[in-house]
């Protein structure tokens, strides 16, 4: 049976997202993390995150 192996210590977290707030508003975080910290902390009461691809990152175009 192979093992895995860890390549990389470092958080993986590839998105980046959005909290909305019932009043309309949204704050964008870098983390999964700071998403449920706003989530929880927030004084007018979240709708939803929305999981949001990072500004600036560009796909391969091959070849």
Do not use: C, N
């Given at each position: 049976?192979?093992?895995?192996?860890?390549?990389?210590?470092?958080?993986?977290?590839?998105?980046?997202?959005?909290?909305?707030?019932?009043?309309?508003?949204?704050?964008?975080?870098?983390?999964?993390?700071?998403?449920q910290?706003?989530?929880?902390?927030?004084?007018?009461?979240?709708?939803?995150?929305?999981?949001m691809?990072?500004?600036?990152?560009?796909?391969?175009?091959?070849?």
């Amino acid at each position: 049976m192979k093992q895995f192996t860890e390549t990389s210590s470092d958080p993986y977290d590839r998105h980046h997202y959005r909290v909305w707030l019932r009043d309309g508003s949204f704050k964008d975080v870098e983390s999964y993390d700071a998403a449920q910290r706003v989530w929880y902390s927030s004084k007018t009461r979240p709708i939803t995150i929305e999981v949001m691809q990072p500004k600036g990152r560009r796909r391969a175009k091959g070849f």
